[in-house]
């Protein structure tokens, strides 16, 4: 049984093999190149925008390394049946192909993104930090926690010394209730 879909023959692969078929860009540009017409043969190459080249070049690669990997499991298939493979392959995981190259590239934006961010985050982190040990930070630092708390208790006394607040019953209704 010959399977068109390379995910199926994974328990076959050791890690090489599966870091190899998962990762675009392990072909050489100009094998992708000469076998672009052989998968994609109703596509203009130069009327495409960059991302879908990109895609589709990287679905190229998927094909050029599934015909591959079965040729590798099968290899008493014929010419004629590899070319039969070929054809259904390219009928039949055209689109499931770029859809997996998509959200593979999706997945390695949003992973460097997460990197430059956890970067980001431990520089300002290192940053404060940095700040903070500084003997000029902890000179500064002293005053300005001294203003603060003498700044609050000044308010609160002078709050309290006011008696601004409302007594909760008036004068005449205390006298009624002796």
């Given at each position: 049984m ?18 190899w078929?998962?990762e675009?860009?392990?072909?050489g540009e ?7 017409a ?6 203009d190459w130069t009327?495409?925008?960059d991302e ?7 679905a190229v ?6 015909l ?7 290899p ?12 259904k392959m ?15 590239f ?6 460097a993104?997460?990197?430059r ?9 290192r940053?404060w930090?940095?700040w ?7 000179q ?5 926690a ?7 208790f000044a ?8 008696n601004?607040?409302t007594?909760y019953?008036?004068?005449s209704?205390t006298?009624i209730?002796?």
């Open positions: 010959v399977y068109i879909n390379p995910f199926l023959y994974w328990r076959r692969f050791d890690n090489n093999t599966d870091r078929l998962r675009p860009g392990q072909l100009e094998q992708i190149n000469l076998n672009r052989r998968f994609y043969p109703e596509v009327f495409l925008k879908e080249r990109i895609i589709k070049d990287a690669e998927m094909f050029l390394k599934t591959e990997l079965i040729g590798t499991f099968h008493d298939l014929t010419a004629g049946q590899l070319l039969e493979v070929e054809r390219a009928v039949t995981k055209k689109r499931s192909f770029e859809r997996w190259v998509e959200k593979s999706r997945k390695k934006i949003n992973e993104s997460r990197e961010n956890r970067f980001a985050r431990e520089r300002f982190i940053g930090r940095e903070l040990t500084l003997e000029t930070t902890h500064a630092f002293l005053p300005f001294a203003i603060i708390v003498m700044s609050i308010g609160w006394s002078i709050g309290i010394s006011n601004s607040c007594p019953f008036s004068t209704e006298s209730l002796k």
